[in-house]
């Protein structure tokens, strides 16, 4: 198991820079001007250079990332092009509810995919088996944003049953902010539950017809028993890698739906930095998602390994 970790800790610095030059050169090689965005349209060529001068965008690109780099490794991320403040206390100040937005939605994603994927890989090619997969093939296809409009429309204005956006912290008042960021979480976490359905649907389906299994049932085993306490725990080993990124996606995917609703997260920020041009705020924005996925992918290869100690010596040779 420490060895696992060990080489996972040993891949995530490396890809976490190799993903910094990409993120860098993405930002910067986009169209559009950060000083006109920064000064407005009106300005003047010469504070357009001036602009630049000070913020070090006429130099070589190179120039520009290690320059940004040094100033990340020590924690300075930058100053707002736009409000002209550092960077890293705001990342700091959003990434509570951005963390737990992603979080109430994975656990809302999972709450619906783990059981009826094994529901319906018990019922494989039965009727149960066929809602199912109807379900999750609508679930998929609708927009989240689409659905988000559609909740705020039915719970809030129609029934009064959540407020239709704004952010209360979970210290100041835990039930406040439950009711604020439910239709958030089931915005992401409803449509993410149909890829996590499917990938479960299908580990259990493999998994039931292992021979292990029909051995379990010859013996007369209960069949929940069989599903549930059997089949499942091997199941969720695929099902945790796809987890994994899919609790990537949601954290990197809260752009629309902060916005949305009104929440002060990292992805309203993103929104803000793309709009403005306002590079320090997009870097350490997505590099921060990154880390979170990075992050993610890392404590379910471990978790892979509890769950079957193979993986610890298998997954780090691929």
Known sequence: ??????????????TLLA???????????????????????????????????????DRP????YLDWLGKA??????????????????LLTRLPVTLELAILAFIVANVIAVPLGAAAARSHRHRTDQVVTLVATVMGAVPNFWLATLLILTFALKLGLFPAGGFVSMAESPLRNLSLMIMPALSLGIVSSALL????RAGMIEVLASDYIRTAVAKGAPAPRVVWHHALRNALIPFLTV??????WLFGGVVI???????????????VGIINRDYPVLLASTLTVTVAVLTAN??????AGILDPREVFVRPRT
């Open 1 to 14: 198991m420490l060895r696992l970790v060990a080489l996972r800790l040993a891949a995530f610095v490396p």
């Open 19 to 57: 993903t910094s030059v990409i993120l860098f050169v993405a930002v910067n090689v986009v169209p559009g001007s950060a000083a006109k965005a920064a000064l407005g349209i009106d300005a003047t060529p010469q504070a357009i250079a001036r602009f630049e001068h000070d913020q070090g965008l």
């Open 61 to 64: 690109l190179h120039v520009q």
């Open 73 to 90: 490794l020590r924690g300075d991320f930058g100053t707002s092009f736009q409000n002209h403040l550092p960077v890293g206390p705001e």
């Open 197 to 200: 359905l499917r990938i479960m």
């Open 243 to 248: 987890g994994a990124v899919e609790f990537g």
């Open 257 to 271: 739906i902060e916005d949305i609703f009104l929440l002060p997260g990292i992805g309203q920020l993103v929104l």
């Open 298 to 303: 890392m404590l379910v290869d471990v978790l």
